[in-house]
């Protein structure tokens, strides 16, 4: 039996892109596999799936089969693999960054990030800091906002309108910030299709357990998997509230507490 399709456009959620000499080496369960993320490009363009932008799935002006793609925090492999890849399949995506981060460690330097938006990728705001936005002030909050944007806005000479909130905690405060300070989209982590013409676009998280059949079925809209990986996330919301608000340290976030 099946479950058939679900409306919207997937918005897919990336993080670490790993060369495949070190894939397995380290813990990170949210990395993909370079060769991984080669089959999945490869896979949208047999499909004949346009990839677009969150803001224009905002806008609701979009080609029949379309996808988003998004990758979070900022990381170098973005430059070295993710884009080289981007740009060979001719696929746009939108690189959602946090401004304190750039130039450092293991992260994108603003050299990078330019060349990137000059190849057509688009860069987006992770706040400035890489925090749980709901539990800072609502002075701090707008804060993180304003100033990833500007920053981001002088440094790459393009508008940001798009944000995607670190950890995927949001709420009714962090969205008014977000519409205060000038973004037209706000980018969640909940696995589900995004909606044509909303403002708060849920996204789907892509990860070394995503295999390439499961790809398939995320970006052609199958129900069952979204419902799989729905009633997941809800099992967990109520944890993860407990945690966030008496131990967050358990979920590995970084809170309004830790800031110096
Ligand atoms: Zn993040």
């Not at 399949?89 to 990030?113: C, K």
């Not at 707008?142 to 000479?157: A, C, H, P």
């Not at 995004?194 to 809209?221: C, H, M, P, W, Y």
Request: hydrophobic share 40%.
């Amino acid at each position: 039996m099946t479950l058939g399709q679900i409306t919207g456009v997937p918005i897919l959620d990336y993080h670490r892109i790993v060369p495949a000499s070190r894939f397995g080496a380290g813990d990170d369960r949210f990395g993909v596999n370079e060769s991984a993320f080669r089959d999945q490009l490869r896979l949208l363009r047999d499909l004949k799936i346009s990839a677009v932008t969150p803001e224009d799935i905002a806008s609701g002006q979009l080609p029949s089969r379309s996808v988003a793609l998004t990758f979070d925090d900022g990381y170098s492999s973005h430059y070295k693999i993710a884009f080289p890849g981007l740009s060979e399949f001719n696929v746009t995506a939108t690189f959602f960054v946090n401004t304190s981060s750039i130039g450092t460690g293991e992260f994108l330097d603003w050299t990078m990030a330019a060349e990137m938006a000059r190849g057509g990728m688009q860069f987006g705001s992770h706040a400035h800091n890489h925090v749980v936005l709901t539990t800072l002030n609502s002075k701090r909050v707008n804060e993180e906002l304003r100033v990833s944007r500007q920053v981001l806005e002088q440094r790459l000479t393009s508008p940001v309108e798009a944000l995607a909130v670190p950890y995927g905690f949001c709420d009714e405060h962090v969205l008014e910030a977000a519409w205060e300070s000038g973004y037209r989209v706000v980018c969640t982590s909940k696995p589900w299709p995004a909606q044509k013409g909303e403002r708060v676009l849920s996204r789907v998280g892509i990860s070394r357990q995503t295999s390439l059949n499961d790809f398939r079925k995320l970006v052609e809209k199958d129900a069952a998997v979204y419902l799989r990986l729905w009633g997941r996330d809800r099992a967990l919301a109520i944890p993860r509230y407990v945690f966030l608000r008496l131990r967050p340290e358990l979920l590995g976030v970084r809170t309004a507490e830790d800031r110096h």
